[in-house]
């Protein structure tokens, strides 16, 4: 597959861009399009970039029926010497073909999809945004094509990676978000398809957050689908708690999903020396370090969401404001370093970015 060679057909019109300074989340999309499919007798084949368009498939097609899909989530940025950069995109490949093994999808070249990638983002280049708190989001993703109504897997697929020049992902930017946490609903278990990007996760989901939604919450925290007791994600992104000076993550435990953004922020304050540990910490332990005045900072980490600070949480009845609704000093250190390694105005001691 690595020598194939990917067919372009430039469009011909192009879009109006949007203003950089109105961008929301996802709404938007570039003039071209990657796809490629998948069969038995072919493998991956057909690799091209086309101009971005609706597609058409069967009613019959598998995609509509039992949720055998996965995706990706990484972002392109522009630096003010207009180099094309992209986050660790091996790291999103690595994690597509483990949603594909659980997911019963083909593999996928994770080599030759970065570069097709690449080929996709130079063409698309000016659509990058650059105003503070934009970039461009890539969102790879998988569907069954196969016409069926059996529950098996498909025995064909098609892989398209669209582009969405982006602002941020919660409509409070980049100030502290509100947090329900989950008492009720599960979002996954141990042996399910939590660690997956699959849809149905996602789906699962969409429930609580509408009563969240309801209660003026933005997003819920899951906690474990068996004890409901210890803190698994928000859905949207991992999260992280900041104690009595140590910062805490739950442990990835086949129910998480584990973040590119999560790991890097691992590899960050460890490479600060801040103490840090990646385990199991309950809701309960939460709250009583909140009681105990030792709960400093809260916030989420993911593609979309960057880091996202914590302001509030509501837990059973009780309300939890952390750093009085505050970002606080950690998050803005963190995100000012990831942002500035992503966008090229801060050294990248890691090599975590690659040049497209
Ligand atoms: C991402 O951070 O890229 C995600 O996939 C979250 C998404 C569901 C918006």
Known sequence: MTKTKIDVTLSATRKEKPKS????FGRVFTDHMFVMDYSPAKGWHDPKIVPYEPITLSPA????????????GLKAYRTKEDKVLLFRPEKNMERLNLSNDRLCIPRI????????LKQLVSIEKDWIPTAEGTSLYIRPF???????????PSKFYRFMIILSPVGSYYKEGIHPVKIYVE???????EGGTGKAKTGGNYASSLRAQEEAAQKGYSQVLWLDGVEKKYIEEVGSMNIFFKINGEVVTPEVNGSILEGVTRKSILELLKSWETPVSERKIS????????KDGQLEEAFGTGTAAVISPIGEFL????????NNGETGELSKKLYDTLTGIQKGTKQ???????EV
């Open 315 to 322: 837990y059973d009845d009780n309300k939890i404001v952390i």
């Open 21 to 24: 300074d109105q961008l929301e």
């Open 348 to 354: 990248d001691p890691f090599n975590w970015v690659t």
């Open 61 to 72: 097609s598998m995609v509509f029926h039992y949720g055998q899909t996965v995706f990706e």
């Open 283 to 290: 809701m309960e332990e939460v709250y009583q370090a909140y």
């Open 142 to 152: 998988i569907i069954p094509t196969e016409y069926y109504l059996g529950v098996a």
């Open 183 to 189: 008492n009720h609903y599960v979002r996954a278990v």
């Open 109 to 116: 070249d994770g080599e030759f999809v970065i570069e097709a």
